[in-house]
């Protein structure tokens, strides 16, 4: 069974770094382009971070990017999440997501539990 487990996660003040990780277990960790959503309270789930499966392509939200950085370590099947110049906004449940296309049509979808970042401001 694959399982995805973030840590990294805390309490930190406005301007504040934190690097999140996410361990795959179950599975080889380059099967998988892999995100970072993160849900903030009351709010919709959304997306912060991808990155493609060999690590050649990133993407970021427009909210992070500059900010954040994800990056990957297949050797380690472990994703990153490093993020500077944290603001209370960035305060949220940070979700690890891992996608495999199996063929058209057909993706399966694996969330982690979550970890959370709380900025002070």
């Known amino acids: 069974q694959v399982q995805l487990v973030e840590t990294g996660g805390g309490l930190v003040q406005g301007g504040g770094s934190l690097r999140l990780s996410c361990a795959v277990s179950?599975?080889?960790?380059?099967?998988?382009?892999m995100s970072w959503f993160r849900q903030a309270p009351g709010k919709e789930r959304e997306f912060v971070a991808g990155?493609?499966?060999?690590?050649?392509?990133?993407y970021y939200s427009d909210s992070v990017n500059g900010r954040f950085t994800i990056s990957r370590d297949n050797d380690k099947n472990t994703i990153y999440l490093q993020m500077n110049s944290l603001k209370p906004e960035d305060t949220a449940v940070y979700f690890c997501?891992?996608?495999?296309?199996?063929?058209?049509?057909?993706?399966?979808?694996?969330w982690g539990q979550g970890t959370l970042v709380t900025v002070s401001s």
């Open positions: 179950g599975r080889t960790l380059s099967t998988y382009a």
């Open positions: 997501h891992a996608e495999e296309h199996i063929r058209p049509g057909r993706v399966v979808e694996l």
């Open positions: 990155i493609s499966r060999r690590g050649y392509n990133t």
